[in-house]
Structure formats: structure tokens, C-alpha cells
């Protein structure tokens, strides 16, 4: 079974600053690792994904997360923020060792970014 | 490239009525279709996955006689909410999958409100 863990459903941050969303995951096969956006009323926009290869990916919006295996994360960041950086983050691993359960993506609770004057 | 659609955006019915979702992969096959609900302030929960040409698979809970699903074609995928009950009202998503390709590409959406 896998298992996705996002601390922190809320993250505040001042603009210009860091932007840190952290993603935890459990798989006991090499996970495919996502992290989709969502604005308001809205569905979800892919920001990136990790499937094999260089570990840290970059994706759009200059968000960018690092898979680290020996820590089992997958954390999400943007060196600065914007006002419109303010949505709700999913990270989300998909299921690829087979089964029924094959190609399904299993989400985190999710994290609400707000993003300060 | 890579876009999916919803139809539609959002609707309001009345208690008992049906109500049907249409999802659509613009450009484009999706063999692969999921439906998801949101509650608010909640992730998403996979209701069911819909292949291309086959019966669709429910998840634990999910009353298939309730959420009727169609795939009837490699672009277009339909959710049929039958009987509808304010327990309903929740926000519905689906997403498309090309064959042998892990990425999920998301609808926008359809608010669905059962008065």
C-alpha cells in the first residue's frame, strides 16, 4: 500500500520569501511522485512529477522539490514567492506495482499556501 | 497539450432528479479515466476508475447503481449521479490518462448542489 503525508495543512509565508511544502511518502515499490496545484472552485494543475532520474525536478511557476529516497520525501519549494503562489498544494504518489490498484494516484491531505503582502 | 474538460461547470438540481457529467480529454485518448469527489477543505477521493470499452471499477463505498460511469469513447467519459440527494452535493473531478503514461490530467470541475 502506498501513502502520501503533507505537514502542515496551512503554510503562511511573506512574499518574496521561501516557499517549503513538505511531502512525505510510503511505497514499498520506486514511487512516481507528484504535486499538483489547485486554485478555488478549480481542479488540479500538474506543477511537476518524479518518475526516474535526476532527483531534483523543476516545474512550472519556478517551483522545484527533490526526491530524497533514505528520507521518503518529496518536498515542494519556490525560492520566492507571489501573491499568486496562494492555493491548495496536493503531493501524490501513483500506484505502478500492479494490481488493481495499478495507475491510481493516492493524494495528501493537502497544504493551503497563503502568501503575505 | 494535455487538456481536459468538464461539463458542466456547475449544477443545481432537485432532490431525485439525475444529473450527468460529461469529461472530455481535448487532445488527447484517454483509455484511462478517473472520477473523484472533494469535500470541502478535504482531498480527493477516487470514487472510480473508467476504462475505454470496459465496465468501471468502484472504490470500497462507492455504490455503483448510485454513480453510474460510461466510457464509452477514447475521449469522452460520463458520470451519472442517479437519484440525486443533498448528500450529494459535493464537487466532482475527473482526470484522463493516455495509455502507458503514469501523468493524470485534471477537469476543471462541476459543483454539483441537490436541493
Known amino acids: 500500500a502506498q501513502s502520501v503525508t503533507q505537514l502542515g495543512s496551512h503554510v503562511s509565508v511573506s512574499e518574496g520569501a521561501l516557499v517549503l511544502l513538505r511531502c512525505n511518502y510510503s511505497?514499498?515499490?520506486?514511487?512516481?511522485l507528484f504535486w499538483y496545484v489547485q486554485y478555488p472552485n478549480q481542479g488540479l494543475q500538474l506543477l511537476l512529477k518524479y518518475t526516474t532520474g535526476a532527483t531534483l525536478v523543476k516545474g512550472i511557476n519556478g517551483f522545484e522539490a527533490e526526491f530524497k529516497k533514505s528520507e521518503t520525501s518529496f518536498h515542494l519549494t519556490k525560492p520566492s514567492a507571489h501573491m499568486s503562489d496562494a492555493a491548495e498544494y496536493f503531493c501524490?504518489?501513483?500506484?505502478?506495482?500492479?494490481?488493481?490498484?495499478?495507475?491510481?494516484?493516492?493524494f495528501g491531505q493537502g497544504t493551503i499556501l497563503t502568501v503575505h503582502p | 497539450g494535455a487538456v481536459v474538460s468538464q461539463h458542466p461547470s456547475r449544477v443545481i438540481c432537485k432532490s431525485g432528479t439525475s444529473v450527468k457529467i460529461e469529461c472530455r480529454s481535448l487532445d488527447f485518448q484517454a483509455t484511462t479515466m478517473f472520477w473523484y469527489r472533494q469535500f470541502p477543505k478535504q482531498s480527493l477521493m477516487l470514487m472510480a476508475t473508467s476504462n475505454e470499452g470496459s465496465k468501471a471499477t468502484y472504490e470500497q463505498g462507492v455504490e455503483k447503481d448510485k454513480f453510474l460511469i460510461n466510457h464509452a469513447s477514447l475521449t469522452l467519459s460520463t458520470l451519472t449521479v442517479t437519484s440525486a440527494h443533498p448528500e450529494d452535493s459535493s464537487f466532482y473531478i475527473c482526470?484522463?490518462?493516455?495509455?502507458?503514461?503514469?501523468?493524470?490530467?485534471f477537469g476543471p470541475g462541476t459543483r454539483l448542489l441537490v436541493l
Open positions: 511505497s514499498s515499490v520506486p514511487p512516481y
Open positions: 482526470s484522463a490518462r493516455e495509455t502507458s503514461r503514469e501523468t493524470q490530467y
Open positions: 501524490a504518489v501513483i500506484n505502478n506495482a500492479g494490481g488493481t490498484s495499478y495507475g491510481k494516484l493516492t
